[in-house]
Structure formats: C-alpha cells, structure tokens
C-alpha cells in the first residue's frame, strides 16, 4: 500500500470535495425543482437535474452532457426555405412533470373550436377527455386494455415501453443503439434533443418474431403532454417485423412552441420496419400567429435484405423541418418514403428524404405529394446518395406539388449524388393546380366544394393513403379535408 | 319543367345570352342547335349555374322555383344534369368513388341517408349492364386517359346514376364516332320518360338521327331565331345557318 495508499486517499478527499460541492449545488437545486416545472433556461446543471429526476444512470447524464456541449458550439441550421423567429432556447423550461387529470376541469373549460375539431374527427368524449387532461370515468378501462395489450407483446419477447423506463430496465439495449443512427453531434436539433429529451418510445422485436399488432403511441394518449422533446427507438432484430405508428392523429394546441423529436431505427438483417406518421400540431391561425415549430430528424439503418418504409402525413405545424431517411448499409436493403405534405394559410414546410445507398443492389423510392394553399409555402427537398461501392443501386423518386389559389408556393430540391456507374435514377416531377373547372364538375353532379375539394386532394394523395394501416387512413383523409377547410373561395 | 324568361348573361362584361325565352316540358326533348360563339355552351353553364357568368336580366324556372340564387351543387340536387362537352380528369378518384359520393351528396341535401353499400352496387350494376359499360372501366380514374368515346360514355353513365330531371346534353356528338354515337344516343333513349325532360345541345343534325328531338331551337348571337319541329334540323343540314344569320343581322 504505502505511498499508493497515500496518492489515493489524497486523491479521494479531493474527489470528495468536488462531489460535496456538486451536491450541495444539486440538492439546493433538487429542492427548487420539487416543483412540477424546471425554472426556465439550459446549462449544465439543468440536465444533470433533468436527469436526476428521472432517475437515469450516470452514463446516461454523461450522454447527455456530452450532447448538450456538442450543441454549445453548433449554430441554428438556416438552409431550410422556411421563415421563422428563431426560439430563444434560454427562455424555455426543458421539463415539465407529466400532467395529471384536474378533478375540476370539465369540457366545458375546453376551447369549444377544438372540441368542434374532435367531432369531425370522430373522436370519442373520453379520448377527448384524456387529450384536454380532463379526469376520464373509464381510465380503469383503458388500463386494462393497455394490461391486455402488454401482455400479448411480453409472450413474444417484445418490448414497447417509454424510453425512460427502457434506460433502467433495459440498459443494455438503449447503450448499444441509442445514438448509433442519429448521433449527438447530428445537427443543432438533435444534438439538442439529446441533451434534454425527456420521454419518447422504445421498441425492441427479437429476432424472427412478426409482431402481431400495429405498436401505437395511442395507448400512451394520456402521455402526449409531456413529450416537447421526444426521442424514439425501434430496434427490429434479425429477421423481425414490426409497423409503428406515432403521433397525435388529433389537432393538440400545445404551450409549447418547439417540438424537437429524434427518432432512430435500426432495421437488422432480414428485419422490416413499417414507421406511419400522421403529424397534425397546432398550425398557427389563419394570420399565422403561433402554432409549432417541428424539427424532427427521424433516420433508419438497414442491414442485410433489410427493409424500412417511412410513411407520413404532415398537416400541422407552423414550420415544419423534416427529412426522414435511410441508410441502406447492407447488401440488398430497401429504404422508401411516402409523404404527404399540407400547408394551408401561413404554414411552411420543408420536408422530404435521404436514401444513402452504401450496400449493394440496394433500392430507394421516394414518392412525396405536396399540397399548399393559402399563403403556404411548401417544399420538398430529398437527397439520393450512391457511394462508389452500391452497386446497381436503384432509385425512383416521384414528387408531386398540388397548388391551390395563387399566394402559395410549391419548391421542389432534389440533389443526386452518384459514385457508381452502375447506378439507376428516375426522378420524376409534376406541378398542377386544382381547376375551377374541376370544381365545377364537382359541384355539377352535386357535390360541394368543400367536399369537392378533398375528393380531388384524397385523389391526388391516394398514392400514399393507401400506404398507411386501415384505420390511418381513414383518419388521415378527414385529416386532409379538414386542414384545407377554407381554403377555397 | 324549365321555363326560361328573357335570359341575359355577360362573362367579363360581354354579353352573351340577349333574352333567352323557353319552356320545356316533362317528357320532352328539345334540341338547341347554332352556329359556333351563338351562345349554345353558355347557355347550358348558366342553367347550371357556373359562377363566372353573370344573369343580368330574365330568370330560370324550374318546376316553378326562381333557381337564379342557387349554388351549382343545389340545382344538381333539384334534378339539373349537365353532361359535359370536355369532362375534367380527376386523377386519382375512380369513378364508383365519385358516383357514391355525388349520390350522397345529393341524398344528404334532402335530408335522407346515405345509400346502402349494396344498394349502391345494385345501382351502379343495373346501370352499367344499361349502357353496356364494362365494370373495370369502373374502377379507373375519373376521365383520366379515356378516350373520347369512353368520356362522353361516362357522361351518360353518370346521368343515368344520378336520375335528374332535366339533362342537358352539351356537344354529346362531338368526337365521336358513329359507333360510339350509337352507344350514347342509346343510352340516353333508354333513360327518357315521361316524368324527365332532355335538351340537347349540337352543332350537328347528326346526333338527332339517333336522339329525335320534339322541338328545334336555333340560337344565333344570344338569342332564339327560330324554333319549329325535328324537319327543322334538316332545313338547317340543307342550308347551312346562313340564311338565318342573314335574317339577323
């Protein structure tokens, strides 16, 4: 022992100072945050609270931090065509207790235009209920339908849990994949969302297993509120498959202005994901004031025969910044996009995809339908990238822009990048306008031209509806009808 | 039926319809028929109601109700029916598709339900088997590279779903051949009777071989110049319409 011994607890004392100084800080800190909601502002000290609270391990708080430092030296990306006030990241509280049931609150309190939403979309009282974290009669209902649904999943060795309950119970899983998609240092959002992600899903299908039923974020509703920064997970492993579907397939007039998710998928060999969309954020008001800030950076790998299908209809948001992609890393993989974009009034959006074909005979479609009305202004933006060893790689991108009156604008931005001679690239692009001629045909045969409207829209769109689960897509086309509500004469 | 009183209509401050008069009954069929730029096709739009026209004098009548302030979809549901002289594509929307919702349009406009799923298959069976329409044609979208023939086909299709009381028939004869002429004539002698009436709109005697009108109208720069019996499309094969412009001027 002797001089070591000595060096050692030298060493101990000091470390011991350090961390007492640290703790004393956290624990007058812990206190100030016994509160629902974090004082407002970003640093060091607040994700290591933020990451207290949720009680994750350490190396979880030193992911984070290192992210949150990375983001420190990165600046607010400006590429996008989209105009916007760029948020004030000191100015926002980056957690938020999940919101209980106000045993008070009735729908009455409820803004009567969303409740009017909720009608046209079919939406049930007690979904209604849970959406406004109004106190619901059947919670015990839909506890157990959720107790049901676990247990099917755990026969088969699934998991479908938040991710903040897969950090502590399945740490193996998260520290191998988290991050292996979308790193940290990505861009300035997802590094961000690194940082202080607060929940999200995670999602693990062991090899070979098909998994019997569409994984929805509808059984967490009730957690919808909490997600400003959400961050997803969906491992498929070897010879698996699984279809996910996200999102708030209703109109959510949410407090907060920025909605910074990571989504990462990793699709091992053999393994298929099917990932459906359907993104319907506050949009401002018709002069464009508030609504949500999307930035989303949403990826997927695909090993060997591997194959992810990216599915989204976009309606909401007042920006909306999204690419969703693919990097077919192994020999025969398959990447596609089906998008569906809408902006009505002053809405924006720059969307689109990333196919990087890296393995062999690996394919890519893309095909994008853009809608713009009012004074939106809508733009597809995509990459195809074929490295110098993709061999007889394929691509096929379609985009086509629908345009309704004369204040909106439809851009499209498709960059090719090909390093193999072997290589085959289609691109095709079409612009239209709905006609009033064919409005009137419409409205000749009876139908009105509300209704006539989104016949031509669903029409137009069909292409990519007919990608989504059933029940999506029923909602999806109401969805479609009721963003463009207004939008003509 | 429909009753036109002294009908003046401008698109961008010309006038193009100049005191239109015209009674047509149920059960008949009435023929317009004129020269080219006499104002047949705006005539057929604003009994239809297309906004870029504006009634500036006279008003439409139809089973004695002023139709003037109504909407195009609100005189559809009142039984008007315009088959189109070029039908518009809608990519997209298949045909069955557009029909159940046009019918239901229609039905909700009249506060009824909408129409059974099977009841709509037995419909749209029973009207193609009709007008001898292939069912697949069916699933195809809304004119979207049809051919002439199959898009005015469509036309009568669709009229024959909808059942309205009046229907008119814009240049039905144009682009047609004389089998796919046969076709369509057919189609529409087999859905007149006594409760609807038919106006037809033609540049040609032609189509009235096939589709014999009860009356004959000539409409030459807005207004109606002359009106008699079927001979009078004859008279008009003979001699061409420049006597009557003559007559006119």
Known sequence: ?489 | MLSIKNLHASVEDKEILRGINLEVKAGEVHAIMGPNGSGKSTLSSVIAGKEEYEVTDGAIYLEGEDIGDLAPEERAHKGIFLSFQYPVEIPGVSVTNFMKTAINETRKAQKLEEMPANEMLKLIREKSELLEIDRKFLSRSLNEGFSGGEKKRNEIFQMAMLEPKLAILDETDSGLDIDALRIVANGVNKLRSKDNAVIVITHYQRLLDYIVPDFVHVLYNGKIVKSGGKELAYELEEKGYDWLKAENV
């Not at chain 1, 407002?40 to 290591?48: A, P, S, T």
């Not at chain 1, 009730?222 to 708030?248: H, K």
């Not at chain 1, 949403?298 to 976009?314: D, P, Y």
């Not at chain 1, 239209?432 to 137009?460: H, M, W």
């Open chain 1, 1 to 489: 022992m002797g001089d070591r011994g000595l060096d050692m607890s030298k060493y101990t004392e000091e470390e011991l100072k350090v961390e007492l100084e640290n703790k004393e800080y956290a624990y007058g800190f812990y206190t100030d945050i016994e509160s629902d909601t974090f004082p407002i502002g970003l640093n060091e000290d607040v994700i290591r609270a933020l990451s207290m609270k949720k009680e994750e391990p350490e190396w979880m708080t030193e992911w984070r931090l290192e992210a949150f430092r990375a983001w420190e030296q990165m600046i607010e990306p400006e590429w996008a065509n989209v105009h916007y006030q760029k948020p004030d990241f000191q100015a926002i509280s980056y957690y938020s207790a999940p919101k209980k049931a106000d045993p008070n609150k009735t729908l009455g309190d409820v803004d009567p235009e969303l409740l009017a939403m909720y009608k046209k979309l079919g939406i049930s009282i007690d979904e209604q209920k849970m959406m406004n974290n109004v106190a619901v009669d059947i919670v015990v209902d839909s506890v157990s339908v959720a107790t049901t649904f676990k247990k099917t999943l755990a026969e088969k060795g699934i998991i479908f849990c938040p991710i903040s309950e897969a950090i502590k119970e399945h740490p193996e899983l998260v520290k191998k994949y988290l991050g292996t998609v979308v790193p940290q240092k990505d861009n300035f959002y997802a590094a961000l969302n690194s940082a202080v992600f607060t929940d999200g899903s995670f999602c693990y299908i062991p090899k070979g297993v098909r998994c019997p039923m569409e994984l929805s974020t509808y059984f967490r509703i009730n957690q919808a509120g909490t997600g400003q920064f959400e961050r997803t997970l969906v491992i498929a492993d070897e010879g698996s498959y699984v279809s996910y579907l996200e999102g708030c397939t209703a109109p959510s007039r949410d407090e907060n202005q920025l909605h910074a998710a990571v989504v990462e998928l990793i699709a091992l060999d053999d393994a298929e994901i099917k990932y459906s969309t359907v993104q319907n954020w506050f949009p401002g008001n018709k002069e464009g004031k508030g609504g949500v800030y999307n930035f989303v950076t949403k990826r997927g790998l695909c090993e060997k025969n591997a194959k992810i299908s990216w599915t989204q209809v976009e309606t909401g948001s007042a920006v909306t910044w999204k690419y969703p992609s693919c990097i077919l890393k192994g020999d025969n993989s398959v990447g596609e996009f089906y998008s569906i974009a809408v902006t009505n009034n002053y809405q924006q959006a720059d969307t689109g995809t990333k196919m990087i074909h890296v393995g062999k005979n690996t394919k890519s479609t893309i095909i994008s339908k853009g809608i713009s009305a009012g004074k939106s202004q809508n733009s597809y933006r995509g990459l195809v990238q074929i490295s110098n060893r993709a061999e007889n790689a394929r691509n096929f991108s379609q985009c086509d822009s629908l345009l309704m009156g004369n204040n909106c604008g439809a851009h499209t931005f498709p960059y090719i990048e090909s390093k193999n001679t072997t290589a085959k690239i289609e691109h095709e692009a079409t612009t239209s306008k709905i006609g009033e001629d064919q409005v009137f045909y419409c409205n000749q045969r009876g139908i009105p031209t509300e209704k006539a409207i989104a016949l031509i829209v669903n029409g137009f769109s069909k292409e990519v509806l007919n990608k989504l689960p059933m029940e999506f897509a029923v909602e999806a086309q109401k969805l479609l009808e009721i963003s463009l509500e207004g939008s003509v004469g």
